[in-house]
Nanobody, 126 residues
Framework: QVQLVESGGGSVQAGGSLRLSCAAS????????MGWFRQAPGKEREFVAT????????YYRDSVKGRFTISRDNAKNTVYLQMNSVKPEDTAVYYC???????????????????WGQGTQVTVSS
């Protein structure tokens, strides 16, 4: 099994920045695509960003393009989400997820992922 632990969440003012981290267990981290999802109270868990195992290919939901950046350091078994110019609508619990790559180029659906972290709260105030 793969265990994921998120960190870096907290409160930030609109327009500010925050960096989330997700540390993964295991020796085959580079064979997993990694994703970030978020869920606000009363709403569905939604896709935010994903990155292939190599780190070369990334993909974002439209509402965060140009503001968020997903990256990974395979030597440290860690994936990051740099959040810039945050907005109140970014407020949510952010989840890290891992998917063993089996030929697909990108994974954007929550049911495609095999492992999930416990989540970290991000609150953006006006």
């Amino acid at each position: 099994q793969v265990q994921l632990v998120e960190s870096g969440g907290g409160s930030v003012q609109a327009g500010g920045s925050l960096r989330l981290s997700c540390a993964a267990s295991g020796r085959t981290f580079s064979t997993y695509a990694m994703g970030w999802f978020r869920q606000a109270p009363g709403k569905e868990r939604e896709f935010v960003a994903t990155i292939r195992g190599s780190g070369v290919i990334t993909y974002y939901r439209d509402s965060v393009k140009g503001r968020f950046t997903i990256s990974r350091d395979n030597a440290k078994n860690t994936v990051y989400l740099q959040m810039n110019s945050v907005k109140p609508e970014d407020t949510a619990v952010y989840y890290c997820a891992a998917k063993l790559e089996r030929g697909s180029y990108i994974y954007t659906k929550r049911w495609e992922y095999d492992y999930w972290g416990q989540g970290t709260q991000v609150t953006v105030s006006s």
